[in-house]
């Protein structure tokens, strides 16, 4: 059973910057992408930004481009989000997720969920 525990949320004003962390237990990380996803309210669910399974590729959203950048510590089994410029429509939960089969990579199918991570930027 693959458990993912979002941390880092939290309240920031316009401007500034938040990391965020997804710790994995289960099974290691290391030959799965991961990828973090965002919900605002009374919208849906949409990608944020996703690595391969080796760290060697990425991809993110238009949205966040330039300001946000994914990375993996395997030895950690963890994958951060470091976010900066924040705007306030970047307040959303965030979650994070893998997936089911090895070295599969993309912006959707994902199978794994984190419980999210509330990130709020004021204006």
């Known amino acids: 059973q693959v458990q993912l525990v979002e941390s880092g949320g939290g309240l920031v004003q316009a401007g500034g910057s938040l990391r965020l962390s997804c710790a994995a237990s289960?099974?290691?990380?290391?030959?799965?992408?991961m990828g973090w996803f965002r919900q605002a309210p009374g919208k849906e669910r949409e990608f944020v930004a996703a690595?391969?399974?080796?760290?060697?590729?990425?991809t993110y959203a238009d949205s966040v481009k330039g300001r946000f950048t994914i990375s993996r510590d395997s030895a950690k089994n963890t994958v951060n989000l470091q976010m900066n410029r924040l705007k306030p429509e970047d307040t959303a939960v965030y979650y994070c997720?893998?997936?089911?089969?090895?070295?599969?990579?993309?912006?959707?199918?994902?199978?794994?969920w984190g419980q999210g991570t509330q990130v709020t930027v004021s204006s």
């Open positions: 997720a893998t997936k089911r089969r090895a070295y599969d990579f993309g912006r959707y199918d994902y199978d794994y």
């Open positions: 289960g099974r290691t990380i290391s030959t799965y992408a």
């Open positions: 690595i391969n399974w080796s760290g060697v590729s990425t």
